[in-house]
């Protein structure tokens, strides 16, 4: 097993963990805007005080896995926006120029707000990654708890999280297995089938 540590993200991580990101989830929406969308995505975790982002390394520091959300996700999202909107306005002309379809879809993307569970004191986990050849080896759960304890510490008491609910049933069962609890579903706007996981986050 190779040696791991966890720890926080940091701007230098931030094109490694994009790299990741495309690897691990092939196909998915996040995926296909682009690596140059993705670094913002991270890099805007990495510059904001109430985020919570924590980087799985081998023995070298290189980037394994990662896994980002913040403490206030009902503001979360704007200030990520208005920050780094040049960035996103480039990532976001260089898929417009390339698939013209995805712009509406982009547009949500970029301007998504996160939401908050129905008490409104929730930790948000936004995304996690882990690279391909680490799947199934136990270091995604680590990655995962190792998360859930940085939000405790940083004062919440529990997290709550959305993932698709059909042909995902892969990541549903590790949520269900690590505790998340499914509160509901909804169905978006654009007809995508959700489900919402809450979990009651407790000090290790």
Request: proline content about 4%; aromatic content about 8%.
């Amino acid at each position: 097993m190779t040696e791991t540590r966890l720890d926080v993200l940091t701007s230098d991580d931030v094109a490694e963990v994009a790299r990741l990101h495309r690897e691990a989830f092939p196909g998915f929406f996040l995926t296909q805007l682009g690596e140059p969308f993705l670094r913002q995505f991270y890099r805007g975790h990495v510059e904001d005080p109430t985020a919570v982002a924590v980087v799985l390394r081998d023995a070298t520091g290189r980037p394994l896995g990662c896994v980002v959300g913040t403490t206030e996700p009902r503001g979360f999202y704007s200030r990520l926006l208005r920050r780094r909107w040049h960035g996103f306005a480039a990532a976001a002309a260089r898929t417009v120029v390339t698939r013209p379809s995805a712009a509406p879809r982009l547009l949500r993307a970029v301007a998504y707000r996160g939401g908050a569970d129905s008490t409104g004191q929730g930790a948000l986990l936004s995304s996690i990654c882990l690279s391909p050849d680490l799947q199934g080896s136990g270091q995604g759960v680590r990655l995962l708890q190792g998360w859930e304890l940085s939000a405790h510490e940083r004062g919440a008491k529990h997290a709550f999280l959305d993932t698709d609910a059909l042909g995902n049933e892969r990541v549903n069962a590790f949520y269900s297995h690590q505790g998340w609890e499914l509160r509901g579903s909804y169905t978006t706007t654009q007809g995508r089938q959700m489900n919402r996981y809450v979990k009651e986050l407790v000090r290790a």
